[in-house]
């Protein structure tokens, strides 16, 4: 295949997959199987993720330039003796749970190779299942009783709730968008501040799995690409920037279960494949 024409399907499935609640590693997983491709390689892959996380600093800015603000007059008034949690105003509780749930989140990452096996089994079927996990967390969050908590109403443990949702998508196939705004609606978060949660709370989990994997690079004699590399970056953010915003208008008017649909009857169709492939021996592709 065109190494173009590969690299920007990626970089959709990406942009795509990476904000709508879908997940990203779960249908990269999938397109490289029936597109035969063995390894899509760990500096490609690095790329995607710079680009979606240029898409999520694009769309949420202002939060987030608030966010780095409180952090730095939060450690200010940490040597003042006047850090308290109840008197936080909503980038810097935002700020605080950001950082909670993240830290729950990395001594998993340090064996996330038990997390991304599945990916290279040449097998769909665990993909297949973990759709249909992601697909009922999805149908439930649509369920429940909406909820008015914003930034500055987050609790610790809303935070760590989040948090252990986002390690279960470590699976893939498990939507991390999908499983951290599902976790915050649970705990009663407004959509809005739900979605924003979610997606500023990738941001250190889209650069760090951009880092681990950008160290196994150095040092490698891998060839780069320049060209193919920017198409694939640009891609994956424009995609990714126009994803976020479908999702805050979805989730504004109560669609959330139409993910869940999608996610349900492409992994029952995994694990058709899956079973098929297992029972015939035969490989299904597309190229």
């Excluded at 939060?63 to 949690?85: H, L």
């Excluded at 998993?108 to 297949?128: C, M, Q, R, S, W």
Aim: proline fraction near 2%; aromatic fraction near 10%; charged fraction near 15%.
């Amino acid at each position: 295949m065109n190494e173009y024409i590969e690299i920007v399907i990626q970089g959709v499935i990406q942009g795509l997959t990476e904000f709508l609640p879908v997940s990203s590693s779960g249908h990269l997983s999938v397109a490289q199987h029936f597109m035969n491709i063995q390894d899509a390689g760990m500096l490609t892959s690095v790329v995607l993720h710079l680009g979606t996380l240029l898409a999520v600093f694009a769309a949420f800015w202002g939060r987030i330039w608030g966010m780095i603000k409180e952090f730095f007059k939060s450690i200010a008034d940490i040597f003042r003796g006047r850090f308290k949690w109840s008197t936080m105003n909503d980038d810097r509780r935002m700020m605080c749970a950001v950082i909670i749930a993240t830290l729950l989140l990395v001594p998993f990452a340090l064996v996330k190779d038990f997390f991304t096996y599945p990916a290279t089994d040449g097998d769909i079927i665990f993909e297949g299942c973990a759709f249909l996990f992601t697909s009922l967390v999805l149908i439930l969050s649509d369920a429940c009783v909406k909820g008015t908590k914003t930034g500055k109403d987050i609790r610790a443990r809303d935070a760590l709730t989040v948090g252990l949702f986002q390690v279960i998508a470590l699976f893939p196939g498990v939507s991390r968008s999908g499983s951290t705004v599902s976790a915050g609606l649970f705990c009663g978060l407004a959509r809005e501040t739900a979605v924003a949660f979610s997606f500023i709370l990738g941001i250190p989990a889209i650069l760090g799995s951009a880092v681990l994997e950008a160290k196994d690079v150095i040092g490698t004699d891998v060839q780069l690409n320049l060209p193919v590399l920017a198409v694939g970056a640009v891609t994956a953010a424009v995609v990714g920037f126009a994803c976020i915003k479908l999702v805050q208008l979805i989730i504004k008017h109560d669609k959330f279960k139409i993910f869940g649909i999608y996610t349900l009857l492409l992994g029952l169709a995994c694990i058709g494949v899956g079973i098929y492939e297992a029972v015939t021996g035969e490989r299904l592709t597309v190229m």
